[in-house]
């Protein structure tokens, strides 16, 4: 954990959303949190990490969603000198679908 980053005001946010129930919630709550801009950009960045792993090329990515390659160069750097949280999530959400198909 990045030392610049946790704080008892992060770990207050991180609370809040650990409580959210649903999409509708997480809607709710994130629109009240976060600029749209913001939270577009969080969202663009999410998906350049899935379209990363997958293997799609930064033109490709450019392309569909309209980051910049600075962009898509940081999350690249994330997934692969981060600390997993990508793949955490990628995992935990694949096992989900797993676990939804009839």
Do not use: W
């Not at 030392?3 to 959210?20: G, P, Q």
């Not at 577009?40 to 910049?68: C, D, P, W």
Request: with cysteine; hydrophobic share 35%; glycine share 4%.
């Amino acid at each position: 954990m990045n030392k610049k980053v946790k704080s008892e005001a992060v770990d207050f946010l991180f609370d809040a959303i650990l409580c959210l129930e649903n999409r509708e919630e997480c809607y709710s709550f994130f629109e009240d949190l976060c600029t749209v801009n913001e939270l577009l950009s969080i969202s663009q960045r999410f998906e350049v990490a899935a379209m990363l792993r997958n293997h799609s090329t930064y033109l490709e990515i450019a392309e569909k969603t309209g980051a910049s390659t600075a962009t898509i160069s940081r999350v690249n750097r994330s997934l692969n000198y981060g600390n997993d949280g990508y793949e955490t999530v990628f995992g935990r959400m694949r096992g989900k679908e797993d676990s939804d198909t009839p």
